[in-house]
């Protein structure tokens, strides 16, 4: 059984920057790639970033490449999302999603385990 629970958005001015955490429940937490997707209201669910279970691999879509970072800490069965530079079209729900595979994805079918959401609104 595995549970995922993001935190840390908010508002903050275009050019700032935020950190989301995903905290995670489960024996199997370092066997799971994992991902962050976000979605505005009447767009679909976009894929962000993806880190493989060891955290060796890291995929980002390529209008926040370079600005926003995923990690992990396994130890704490913690994933987060560190965005720099932040703009207002980065305004969503960011979603933190696992998988059942080790490895990152940026397929958002492939997650079997989704988060409630996160909230983060930048303004100009």
């Known amino acids: 059984q595995v549970q995922l629970v993001e935190s840390g958005g908010g508002l903050v001015q275009a050019g700032g920057s935020l950190r989301l955490s995903c905290a995670t429940s489960?024996?199997?937490?370092?066997?799971?790639?994992m991902g962050w997707f976000r979605q505005a209201p009447g767009k679909e669910r976009e894929f962000v970033a993806t880190?493989?279970?060891?955290?060796?691999?890291?995929y980002y879509a390529g209008s926040v490449k370079g600005r926003f970072t995923i990690s992990r800490d396994n130890a704490k069965s913690t994933v987060y999302l560190q965005m720099n530079s932040l703009k207002p079209e980065d305004t969503a729900v960011y979603y933190c999603a696992g998988r059942g595979g080790r490895f990152a994805s940026t397929t958002k079918n492939e997650y079997a385990y989704w988060g409630q959401g996160t909230q983060v609104t930048v303004s100009s």
């Open positions: 880190i493989s279970g060891s955290g060796g691999s890291t």
């Open positions: 489960g024996r199997t937490f370092s066997s799971y790639g």
